[in-house]
């Protein structure tokens, strides 16, 4: 719950580790997941430059557990959920500011859709009874309503 601490800590060690260290990596863990969901930096008060990081940093979490954790793997499941959650607002944010047009806006929905549908993929392995089974049960549903929203997009 301490974003100020975890970006604290990044800002300090960031210098003199190799930013796929470990520590640097849980901490950019918890960060994309702590963007958008904790107390005060729910999306609605998220700026937009740690919604930017909340999504960089998903990639660089992406990045390190594909290597360390090749083929399906609970926790990319749930990095590339909130890597879809960042894309999305990021693109409605931009479609209501007039910086994305209806087309820009449609290719972001679909590219962001990717990244939902794969999580979909790796997270039906786990247990319904689980936090995260139940989780994937969510995506499921969320994966219909954001097809239909595609497809209503012109």
């Known amino acids: 719950d301490d974003i100020r601490g975890l970006e604290d800590f990044l800002s300090r060690h960031k210098k003199h580790l190799h930013p796929n260290h470990a520590s640097l990596i849980e901490v950019k863990k918890s ?3 702590g963007y958008g969901r904790f107390q005060g930096y729910t999306f609605d008060k998220l700026p937009l430059d740690k919604l930017k990081k909340k999504i960089g940093f998903c990639k660089e979490v992406l990045d390190c557990v ?3 954790e ?3 793997s609970t926790q990319k499941g749930l990095t590339l959920y909130e890597l879809w959650m960042g894309e999305v607002e990021l693109a409605e944010r931009l479609k209501s500011e ?5 087309d820009e ?3 972001a929905l679909t590219e962001a859709f990717k990244y939902l549908e794969e999580s979909a ?3 039906r392995y786990e247990p319904e009874n689980s936090i995260h089974g139940r989780l994937s049960l969510d995506i499921d549903v969320k ?3 954001e097809k239909l929203k595609l497809t209503n997009l012109k």
Do not use: D, F, R
């Open 98 to 102: 007039e910086s994305l047009n209806e």
């Open 143 to 145: 994966l219909v309503a």
């Open 121 to 123: 993929q790796i997270l």
């Open 31 to 33: 960060l994309s997941v």
């Open 70 to 72: 090749p083929g399906i």
């Open 105 to 107: 806006y449609k290719e």
């Open 66 to 68: 594909t290597i360390l």
